[in-house]
């Protein structure tokens, strides 16, 4: 090879070193985040979650990037979504909208750092050694609303005090629906208050449900925690109107969509917390040393349209004491 060859070979060669050098460079962090609910009905928690991650200096497209799997209350499916997740390798696995989202991830993984959230107590759920040291791989919020029931019977007893048969709505595939279930019949019976109980883990059921209030004459109904229901929660509200029933909420969500009256934990500062968490981890927190939050700030929520439209008068030492009244 003439040496005028060679020095064109070379020089070529080194002129397309930065183009591969560029192509080489590692792609960017990524965090799997699988929720129990729908985008429809949590795109604006996904969006709190985006916020804490920022305060933490990660930013989705500009230097992490985020796989989302969404079950859309069909709980089967989580174990498969958080499977999914881990063969791309994420970095952090977030398990929200629900305590089935979270026990999906802790049987998925027990190296993967997870972020989770739930509304039981995640001792019992075998997610934590401790609220203040969780231990193992993961932590997160724990939002304990599974375990107000009664407190929503009570407030729902004090707004319809005449009422000779209150309902309960229960989604049965949900892990926490059995002690759920038992604390509203702990609830209703130191009121000695008749119960009914509808159950639903579908559409057709739900539809069926506020059929059965009618015909045994229900004359208030409580909605259970269940992300299920937070998927359906246009329709559950709808079928609350349909048939005139005056309902309870867990979250504030449901009031402001149209429901009469909601009352349960601020959900949208945990989901933050839950993106603060996250970006600590990526920058070498232990998930086993931060502290499982809980919430410290509960909400009542009263829609007077709503009460309005049904002739209910809402007595004022309720209004008084709600956080917000929805006029």
């Known amino acids: 090879m003439r040496r005028r060859d060679f020095i064109k070979i070379v020089a070529g060669s080194a002129a397309a070193w930065p183009l591969a050098a560029r192509g080489q460079q590692p792609a960017m962090p990524v965090i799997g985040f ?17 916020q804490g991650l920022r305060d933490t200096g990660y930013v989705e497209g500009e230097n992490i990037s985020i796989e989302y799997r969404w079950a859309n209350g069909d709980y089967d499916r989580l174990p498969g979504l958080a499977s999914d997740l881990l063969l791309r390798k994420v970095l952090v696995l977030v398990a929200v909208g629900g305590d089935s989202s979270a026990l999906a991830a802790k049987q998925a993984t027990s190296t993967v750092p997870i972020v989770f959230g739930t509304g039981s107590d995640p001792i019992k759920a075998g997610l934590i050694a401790s609220f203040n040291r969780p231990g193992g791989n993961a932590t997160g919020y ?23 048969l ?37 559409d057709a059921e739900l539809e069926t449900g506020f059929s059965g209030f009618a015909k ?9 925690a269940a992300p299920f229901f937070d998927t359906r929660r246009e329709r559950i509200i709808a079928l609350a109107a349909q048939h005139r029933l005056p309902a309870m909420y867990q979250f504030r969500e449901y009031a402001i969509a149209g429901g009469l009256i909601s009352y349960g934990p601020s959900i949208t500062a945990s989901y933050k917390q839950a993106g603060v968490y996250t970006g600590r981890i990526l920058r070498g927190a232990n998930p086993g040393d931060l502290p499982v939050l809980l919430p410290t700030k509960f909400e009542m929520v009263i829609n007077l349209k709503t009460a ?15 956080d917000e009244v929805i006029e």
């Open 142 to 164: 724990a939002l304990l609303t599974n375990q107000m029931e009664p407190k929503r019977i009570g407030l729902l007893h004090e707004l319809v005090p005449n009422v000779s």
């Open 166 to 202: 209150l309902g309960a709505l229960i989604n049965p595939s949900f892990p926490p629906a059995a002690q759920e279930l038992e604390d509203i019949q702990n609830a209703t019976n130191s009121i000695k208050q008749n119960l009914f109980v509808a159950r639903a883990v579908n």
């Open 308 to 322: 309005n439209a049904l002739g209910l008068a809402i007595p004022n030492t309720m209004q008084l004491l709600a």
């Open 34 to 50: 699988m929720s129990g609910r729908s985008l429809a009905d949590a795109g604006y928690l996904a969006d709190a979650f985006r």
């Open 216 to 224: 045994q004459r229900v004359g208030a109904v409580l909605v259970a």
